[in-house]
């Protein structure tokens, strides 16, 4: 396959499944496995791609919540929301220095995926017996900076899944709500990502070998393909449950195992 038509896959790919709880990271793997792996710069930049289309999205949101910072709500909204990312910050970290790197099989993408599956539809169990919240507490913000710390060691995991589902558990059971603090804090997050590639890249002197004109056409399909796949996820979620993407993850684990 012509490499600028795989570039142009794995970008689609990544838009789609971002945001959807089915794991990028996971299928962009997966792709990799029989497309040729790429740099780590490059999986984390057509990420960021996909993060612009939420930036895109929730302008109108952000801006209200920068300019009127002075407000109680909006002040305590990006506290929250800051909480969140250094607990991120420092987990990811934590897990570098501890030397853990993303596996290089399928396998453990399968089962991730897989048990990811069963844990939407316990999530899903649990939320329909609570009354429907849309508050923001201290304890969502952690559980979310936590999710993002477990979806980054476990490729197959899907962040938006984990924080997603975190903030339900946490007690915000409102799944627009959960969502938009999901994306919010995964736009610092994937930013300072592809951020701290580039920082690795340039100190160990290896910028010249990245294909940037393939990266930039991998972050705009992503960033393309994501603003679709995020605008219908937002309508879909105001009616319809979660179940369809366990039953999905689930499938597709057990059909990557019989594969393997």
């Given at each position: 396959?012509?490499?600028?038509?795989?570039?142009?896959?794995?970008?689609?790919?990544?838009?789609?499944?971002?945001?959807?709880?089915?794991?990028?990271?996971?299928?962009?793997?997966?792709?990799?496995?029989?497309?040729?792996?790429?740099?780590?710069?490059?999986?984390?930049?057509?990420?960021?791609g996909a993060i612009l289309a939420v930036v895109v999205i929730y302008w109108t949101r952000l801006w209200n919540l920068l300019v009127n910072f002075t407000e109680p709500a909006n002040r305590d909204y990006l506290y929250k929301l800051t909480l969140a990312f250094l607990?991120?910050?420092?987990?990811?970290?934590?897990?570098?220095?501890?030397?853990?790197?993303?596996?290089?099989?399928?396998?453990?993408?399968?089962?991730?995926?897989?048990?990811?599956?069963?844990?939407?539809?316990?999530?899903?169990?649990?939320?329909?017996?609570?009354?429907?919240?849309?508050?923001?507490?201290?304890?969502?913000?952690?559980?979310?900076?936590?999710?993002?710390?477990?979806?980054?060691?476990?490729?197959?995991?899907?962040?938006?899944?984990?924080?997603?589902?975190?903030?339900?558990?946490?007690?915000?059971?409102?799944?627009?709500?959960?969502?938009?603090?999901?994306?919010?804090?995964?736009?610092?997050?994937?930013?300072?990502?592809?951020?701290?590639?580039?920082?690795?890249?340039?100190?160990?002197?290896?910028?010249?070998?990245?294909?940037?004109?393939?990266?930039?056409?991998?972050?705009?399909?992503?960033?393309?393909?994501?603003?679709?796949?995020?605008?219908?996820?937002?309508?879909?979620?105001?009616?319809?449950?979660?179940?369809?993407?366990?039953?999905?993850?689930?499938?597709?684990?057990?059909?990557?195992?019989?594969?393997?």
């Amino acid at each position: 396959m012509d490499n600028f038509l795989q570039v142009i896959l794995l970008g689609i790919i990544e838009g789609i499944t971002e945001f959807l709880p089915i794991s990028s990271t996971g299928h962009l793997l997966i792709a990799q496995h029989w497309l040729g792996r790429r740099s780590d710069l490059f999986t984390v930049a057509i990420q960021a791609g996909a993060i612009l289309a939420v930036v895109v999205i929730y302008w109108t949101r952000l801006w209200n919540l920068l300019v009127n910072f002075t407000e109680p709500a909006n002040r305590d909204y990006l506290y929250k929301l800051t909480l969140a990312f250094l607990i991120t910050v420092a987990g990811g970290l934590a897990a570098k220095a501890m030397g853990l790197e993303l596996p290089e099989t399928v396998a453990p993408i399968a089962w991730a995926l897989i048990v990811g599956g069963v844990v939407i539809f316990a999530v899903e169990a649990y939320a329909d017996r609570q009354p429907v919240r849309d508050t923001l507490t201290w304890s969502v913000a952690v559980w979310v900076g936590l999710a993002q710390v477990l979806a980054a060691v476990f490729p197959g995991t899907s962040r938006s899944a984990a924080t997603i589902f975190a903030a339900m558990l946490a007690g915000m059971t409102s799944r627009p709500a959960a969502a938009e603090f999901a994306f919010l804090v995964g736009i610092p997050t994937m930013f300072a990502a592809t951020a701290y590639e580039t920082m690795k890249m340039v100190e160990a002197g290896s910028m010249a070998d990245e294909n940037f004109g393939e990266l930039a056409l991998g972050f705009v399909v992503s960033a393309l393909v994501a603003f679709v796949a995020v605008k219908w996820l937002l309508q879909y979620i105001q009616t319809h449950r979660f179940t369809i993407f366990a039953w999905y993850r689930i499938a597709l684990g057990v059909l990557l195992l019989a594969l393997v």
